[in-house]
């Protein structure tokens, strides 16, 4: 299973607020699993999308800080299921945004309807840490195009 | 802010009973306390009371009672 759990920036103010989707489909491996018969997203990954979604924020800023990373989960909810071929919104508000830390306050939507919610802490890793050619290619493509 | 106000929040912020810390606990004595901790507690301290700290400056805390200080300090 490939990790990127956003497909595309909707919208974006770097370091403020962010809206995102990601489309996921019958056919991910993890419906096997989880579970049969009634299948539902997990919300470890819908956390995760939440996460990655508020991290694009953070690093759309390209600060010396490093690449933003998830380091605390201080609180999720998850409201309703999210099934097979759903289109999930992501939003994230940039809550406290320093030096060393970053705080933002999460939701996913389907249908309008918000089904999970988190807030989220977190810090920054050099970009030095990375492999040299490494791009986040969701948050570039959207860049390229703004 | 009063003393005890103060450790129950160092208590609460790090996941310790509060009887079991006092203003001499160092910070090495405090599993929480570790560099997520250290980041938590530079969050708590903006967030809640505006106190922003650099890095350097948090690692000059290096026991319960230099946390309780500092919010003594923004409380009055």
């Known amino acids: ?146 | 802010m009063t003393k005890e106000e103060a450790l129950d929040w160092v208590a609460n912020l790090f996941e310790e009973e509060v009887v079991d810390i006092s203003l001499d606990t160092p910070r090495e004595d405090i599993p929480a306390w570790d560099s997520l901790g250290t980041l938590t507690l530079m969050a708590g301290l903006d967030e809640e009371f505006s106190i922003q700290l650099n890095e350097d400056q948090i690692a000059d805390l290096r026991n319960v009672g230099d946390v309780v200080a500092l919010l003594n300090g923004a409380g009055s």
């Open chain 1, 1 to 146: 299973m490939r990790f990127i759990l956003v497909d595309r920036i909707l919208e974006l103010v770097p370091g403020q607020r962010i809206f995102a989707e990601k489309y996921i489909s019958a056919q991910q491996d993890f419906f096997q699993d989880h579970f049969p018969g009634f299948p539902v997203v997990p919300g470890v990954l819908l956390t995760e999308m939440m996460a990655q979604a508020a991290g694009k924020c953070l690093d759309a800023e390209k600060h010396s800080r490093g690449k933003a990373m998830l380091a605390q989960i201080r609180s999720a909810s998850f409201r309703d299921w999210v099934g097979p071929d759903s289109r999930i919104v992501i939003k994230a508000t940039v809550k406290t945004n320093r030096a060393a830390f970053a705080t933002a306050d999460c939701e996913v939507a389907v249908e309008g309807r918000t089904v999970a919610s988190a807030e989220l802490f977190f810090t920054f890793v050099p970009a030095g840490r990375f492999a040299p050619d490494y791009v986040d290619q969701v948050l570039q493509d959207f860049l390229d195009k703004t």
